[in-house]
Nanobody, 126 residues
Framework: QVQLVESGGGLVQAGNSLRLSCAVS????????VAWFRQAAGQEREFVAA????????YYRDSVKGRFTISKDGATNTAHLQMNSLSPEDSAVYFC???????????????????WGQGTQITVSS
């Protein structure tokens, strides 16, 4: 049973930073991709960032490039999302997800990920 536990969410003022963590247990992350998605109220869940566990190649949605950084800690099977210069538009529930055998063309697709965390709320006040 693969379990993903997110932490680090909360309320923050615009311009400040937060760091999310996703601790994965139950299966090796070798040959996986770990991603962050977010879903604002009344909106579709959207891709934020992903990292390939083996190669560390990372991918971002355009609106977070230069502000967000995804990273991995292989020793603890934890992925992190460092979020800087936050704006109210970043407010959402953030979900961690894991997929295996994810091809490049699908790395931004929800359907490529088999395992999901419960989500953590980020609220950015103006």
């Amino acid at each position: 049973q693969v379990q993903l536990v997110e932490s680090g969410g909360g309320l923050v003022q615009a311009g400040n930073s937060l760091r999310l963590s996703c601790a994965v247990s139950g299966r090796t992350l070798t040959n996986s991709a770990v991603a962050w998605f977010r879903q604002a109220a009344g909106q579709e869940r959207e891709f934020v960032a992903a990292i390939r566990w083996n190669s560390r190649h990372s991918y971002y949605r355009d609106s977070v490039k230069g502000r967000f950084t995804i990273s991995k800690d292989g020793a603890t099977n934890t992925a992190h999302l460092q979020m800087n210069s936050l704006s109210p538009e970043d407010s959402a529930v953030y979900f961690c997800a894991v997929g295996y055998g994810v091809i490049l063309s699908s790395i931004r697709s929800r359907s490529a990920y088999n395992y999901w965390g419960q989500g953590t709320q980020i609220t950015v006040s103006s």
